[in-house]
């Protein structure tokens, strides 16, 4: 089992930054690809990043490439989201999840721990 806790969310302007983590406990040796997702009212959970286990390998969203990047360190357990230029489309309830297929996976299935989640609202 691995737990997963997010932190770091919040309000804040249009184009400004936050940075999210997420803190890995429990089963962390396993060499889990990491993932971000977010969710709004009447959407589904949708993919934003993913790292794979060694962090040299990462894959975004469109919509955020340029203005997000994720990274990871091991020996923290500890996966980051540096949001940059956000918009007020940005704002989302955003998931961390645990995976074990590659970084390029943009399915929620394919994931299998999750946080619980951490509300960021970008304010225009």
């Known amino acids: 089992q691995v737990q997963l806790v997010e932190s770091g969310g919040g309000l804040v302007q249009a184009g400004g930054s936050l940075r999210l983590s997420c803190a890995a406990s429990?089963?962390?040796?396993?060499?889990?690809?990491m993932g971000w997702f977010r969710h709004s009212p009447g959407k589904e959970r949708e993919f934003v990043a993913a790292?794979?286990?060694?962090?040299?390998?990462?894959f975004y969203l469109d919509s955020v490439k340029g203005r997000f990047t994720i990274s990871r360190v091991n020996a923290k357990n500890t996966v980051y989201l540096q949001m940059n230029s956000l918009k007020p489309e940005d704002t989302a309830v955003y998931y961390c999840?645990?995976?074990?297929?590659?970084?390029?996976?943009?399915?929620?299935?394919?994931?299998?721990?999750w946080g619980q989640g951490t509300q960021v609202t970008v304010s225009s």
């Open positions: 429990g089963r962390t040796s396993s060499g889990y690809t």
């Open positions: 790292i794979n286990w060694q962090g040299s390998s990462a």
């Open positions: 999840a645990a995976g074990t297929t590659g970084p390029s996976t943009t399915l929620v299935s394919d994931y299998t721990y």
